[in-house]
């Protein structure tokens, strides 16, 4: 599967892509080496490049949004793409609870189906599945390199107020 690299502050990322969108992001890391791999006029590099670019310009601070960003999770069923689908819409700033995602889906009761979702989401950031906490606003399980560190570190820089016990007000 083609990849392409975006250059950050904290690192290089990278992220997958094919014609119907991106299938995969991996957050910044120092001392990643980008691949060789040639990409020019792939299906799908407008979508991914337009993906890197507000990806660059997520880990500069500034408000982005990928709404016009396609991303493949063909593959995964139906209830994971519904669950991703919702969180794609909580807005920069914003948190959601496990419990509300599942309930805004019809699925009140699947608090720990959607948490696992999330444990498997391939396109963190695009779906911004940092922006779902407990139902008591601690933060919860956050699988993308650094764990809970960096899921607190992107809600600050979202401006989400993290209280001293490492709670976000819902």
């Given at each position: 599967m083609p990849r392409i690299s975006f250059s950050t502050k904290d690192g290089?990322?990278?992220?997958s892509f094919n014609a119907k969108g991106v299938s995969s992001v991996e957050l910044p890391e120092v001392g990643r080496l980008?691949?060789?791999e040639k990409i020019d006029h792939l299906p799908g590099m407008?979508?991914?490049?337009?993906?890197?670019?507000?990806?660059?310009?997520?880990?500069?601070g500034e408000p982005v949004y990928f709404d016009?960003?396609?991303?493949?999770l063909s593959g995964?069923?139906?209830?994971?793409?519904?669950?991703?689908?919702?969180?794609r819409s909580?807005?920069?700033?914003?948190?959601m609870s496990y419990a509300k995602v599942a309930s805004l889906i019809g699925?009140?009761?699947s608090a720990r189906a959607v948490g696992r979702v999330m444990a498997n989401n391939p396109?963190?950031?695009?779906?911004?599945c940092h922006r779902v906490v407990a139902a008591d606003g601690r933060l919860t399980g956050y699988s993308a390199a650094g764990g809970l560190e960096t899921k607190a570190a992107l809600l600050s820089m979202e401006g989400v107020e993290l209280r001293e016990e490492g709670r976000v007000v819902l």
């Open positions: 290089l990322g990278e992220l980008p691949g060789d407008e979508n991914a490049a337009l993906a890197a670019e507000l990806l660059r310009q997520y880990f500069k016009d960003v396609k991303v493949d995964h069923s139906p209830f994971f793409n519904e669950v991703c689908e919702q969180v909580i807005p920069v700033g914003q948190v699925k009140r009761g396109v963190p950031i695009i779906v911004p």
